[in-house]
């Protein structure tokens, strides 16, 4: 490429530097502006990341040519004005997960990221972790069989730690808690394994965080396809990442170290993923492709950007994940009754 | 003990073995006589086990003075009717897990064995795993902190191989398949742990298996002492046998080689347990005490008979895990509603 892709970055909280570190692994990205409302955490990233100029208003952002897209980590309440007004100044988007906090402001995103014709993508980036490029290899070739099983759950201690200073302390703009913030990733994890889920059941509970909100939140997935999936998301404990699969010919065990989440580019090396044959007590690990999960979804989202490559997961697939978090909490308010997730699609309007 | 306690063994099939191998590891306990329909059964089950005689009829094997219990391990349907002629003829009873297919068989069970006034166990041996009790103790001593999520699984290839011969195949003989057989167990196991279930709910699925019963059966749990639990079971995979704790202070995770199921002599040694700590990526090995749940029971069974022992698992513990089994299918039945577990055990009558 001729000239790096220019980005960028709006909220530059912890997440911002997640994903900097991400780009600045790569070849294809340059961080050439950035904006929060505090001068002080803008003149910070700049001096961290080498970032060259920042923006004192999001307008001003929005207004520089230069700038080519977007990488918005604004909280999830702030998603759609912040990457609507991006799209409207013509700027491609990338947004971290969950797309938004409701299924409205997710239909709305999704309808002006369609109108605009820019590049938009959504930061469910777990699904290129090594281990779970594996297990979709291992169900597409057959080489597990049939899966009548499938098993996740993303957990840390957050809620321990939350307080009305965050955001996520708060109900209506961190609905589920731990389910919008951990376990959305795997619902997006276990559809791009298994396909769309059909039904939710689920049960929240807010059992030691201080917030508003749940933080231990069991779910069952009823999958089109067949399988049952669970989902158990917790933030009352320390760091747990796993995804279980259960085949009629072996099944698979991924468990992730938490404590290299931030750090992509390590996350492979500190995961272990093995199989698991018919009485064979040994559980052999299982070839994994290397991978960079922020690295590479910020450089496809780049890339994109000219034209050199497809978003994995754009606007439909966030939604689909996004549905699943509310289908489980409307579970949850009607004792754990199967809530369908495509009424839920629908609720965000025609996509 | 200056004479062993002598027992027989009634229905003789692969349990039985099981049990008698577990008898014969103790020095409590002495196969006295055994019966099955099946002369060529007696017959062999004689030789393997050096069983001096065998009884051509139920009635015959309980009119023999010497027998002071027996070890049932009939079909679940037939439970009933053999425990209570058993108890009726004064015998001590110690039967396989699900204590019945069904809460008023249960209850049946439970106030003949009391109205005898004779020891009655119930083989829930799977919490005597040298890993459960070092969970329970971490639980108890406060070192896991406060639980919020419990999940386990037991799942086994058992679905795929079901044929019209076994009563297994019948859903009025083995209501639930993979959940009344495998999972009944963790309903144990988690309720030994975490205090009564309050309510269930559950999504079952008949996937792979030629049988009438379900293959992949989820259930999420909900405890009267608050956290949430899992149970997933499944019987279209390679065997699984895993539970974990997730807490305010540690996680635990078990995972026991299910190979070496039937050999309880070698399970701790067949099984991990390790925990995890905040921000530590080793998870260093738990201490476990040696066990040997097969043998154990037995020994605790037998040494009851003589007023040695206590029942660690009699009719109201059995009862209660049934009522989950139960109280998950009806929730499956309802669309994955909460069936609370306590009309469930009442179903069994009075206690």
């Known amino acids: 490429m001729a000239e790096k892709v220019k980005l960028a970055s709006i909220g530059l909280g912890r997440w911002a530097r997640v994903l900097a570190r991400g780009a600045r692994r790569g070849t294809v990205i340059e961080l050439a502006s950035c904006f929060s409302r505090s ?3 803008r003149a910070k990233f700049q001096e961290e990341y080498g970032v060259p100029r920042a923006a004192s208003s999001l307008d001003e952002l929005l207004s520089d040519p230069e700038i080519e897209g977007v990488l918005v980590t604004t ?3 702030s998603h759609k004005s912040v990457i ?28 002006a990221a369609a109108a605009s014709g820019r590049p938009f993508a959504v930061g469910h980036s777990a699904r290129r972790l090594g281990g779970h490029r594996a297990m979709k290899q291992w169900i597409d070739t057959g080489k597990i069989g049939r899966v009548s099983l499938a098993e996740a759950n993303f957990s840390n201690e957050r809620g321990l730690e939350l307080t009305t200073d965050t955001w996520r ?3 209506d703009k961190s609905p589920g808690g731990a389910l919008i913030q951990l376990g959305v990733h795997h619902a997006d994890n276990l559809q791009y394994l298994l396909g769309p889920a059909a039904a939710v059941s689920s049960h929240a509970r807010r059992l030691y965080t201080k917030s508003e909100v749940p933080d231990a939140i069991m779910s069952i997935l009823e999958f089109d396809s067949g399988p049952l999936g669970y989902l158990g998301t917790g933030w009352a404990s320390p760091g747990v990442y796993q995804l ?8 698979l065990f991924y468990d992730l170290d938490f404590n290299n989440w931030d750090d992509s580019h390590l996350a492979d090396s500190k995961s272990t993923l093995v199989s698991q044959a018919y009485r064979e007590s ?7 492709p290397h991978t960079d999960m922020f690295r590479e979804q910020l450089d496809e989202f ?17 939604i689909r994940a996004l549905a699943v978090v509310h289908a489980a909490l409307e579970s949850s308010q009607r004792n754990g009754e199967s809530v369908e997730v495509g009424p839920m699609v629908e609720r965000a309007g025609a996509l």
Chains 1, 2 share one sequence.
């Open 302 to 318: 780049a890339l994109a950007i000219r034209g050199e490559a497809e978003i994995e997961v754009g606007a439909l697939e966030a």
């Open 39 to 41: 001068p002080e955490s």
């Open 75 to 77: 909280p999830n309440d």
């Open 282 to 288: 040994v559980r052999p690990p299982v070839d994994m």
């Open 84 to 111: 609507l007004e991006c799209l409207d100044a013509g700027k491609a988007v990338y947004t971290d997960k969950p797309i938004a906090h409701t299924m409205e402001d997710a239909g709305e995103i999704a309808r």
């Open 169 to 171: 302390w708060f109900a």
């Open 244 to 251: 279980r699969l259960q085949g009629t010919e072996a099944n």
